[in-house]
């Protein structure tokens, strides 16, 4: 089997596979199967969402229908008009399925913020070293009021270890230490934060990041 014959068969395996989980998905919400606006809104979440997600959304729509509370779908897209059907949805989980819930938009809401942060360092790095490939970046605390939390300040690691500016220090600006501290909160002062900017990686660790980054010091 050459190259081209092996990409298509994987394309060919997540169509199959995408087409599955929005079946399952559709099936969970009781709702028909030529309902085109969810069957579009459940393919988009097949094609961001991991399979632990899925079975999360599974679990918690099946037990929702067999709870004959309104459908999730439909909930949701009323809420901009009316929000009294989604509180009407929400206090009818149980705690188990509220548990899921909180669990999976925490993940949706950790997801979005590493990825702003993510955009934010990387335009910042492209203007601070032209022509340059940055590896890692490394993100370390400040001490406040009201305890230590990630800076703005970032140790930057170039791949040429010889390059001016390999191991400089950096201000990323003051959006991304809000977000920072919005993520990762109080910590102690040891706490630091990595980035492998080929991978779009984030470590932290208090005592030795470099070594889950694969830093050499």
């Known amino acids: 089997m050459n190259h081209d014959e092996t990409s298509e068969m994987f394309r060919q395996m997540r169509i199959n596979l995408i087409d599955k989980q929005q079946g399952r998905l559709m099936e969970a919400t009781g709702l028909p199967d030529d309902d085109m606006q969810v ?3 459940m393919r988009e979440v097949v094609s961001e969402c991991g399979p632990d997600t ?3 959304l599974v679990a918690i729509l099946t037990r929702v229908r067999s709870n004959t509370a309104p459908a999730l ?3 949701l897209l009323q809420a901009t008009d009316d929000p009294a059907p989604l509180q009407a949805f929400l206090t009818s989980l149980d705690e188990e399925a ?3 819930l909180r669990k999976e938009l925490r993940n949706v809401d950790d997801a979005e913020t590493d990825a702003k942060l ?3 360092i990387r335009a910042r790095v492209a203007s601070e070293y032209p022509g340059e490939t940055v590896t890692h970046l490394v993100f370390h605390t400040a001490e406040w009021d009201n305890g230590f939390f990630l800076s703005s300040d970032a140790v930057v690691y170039l791949a040429d270890p010889t390059a001016e500016g ?3 220090m ?3 600006g003051s959006e991304v230490e809000h977000l920072l ?3 990762y909160g109080v910590r102690g002062a040891s706490f630091k934060m990595g980035v492998d900017l080929r991978t779009g990686q984030f470590d932290s660790d208090d005592y030795d990041v470099y070594s889950l980054l694969g830093i050499e010091q």
Do not use: G, K, M
């Open 73 to 75: 779908p439909q909930v």
């Open 170 to 172: 950096i201000d990323f």
């Open 166 to 168: 390999h191991r400089a």
């Open 39 to 41: 069957r579009r809104a």
């Open 181 to 183: 501290s919005e993520s």
């Open 98 to 100: 509220r548990t899921i």
């Open 54 to 56: 899925i079975n999360a």
């Open 118 to 120: 993510l955009e934010l």
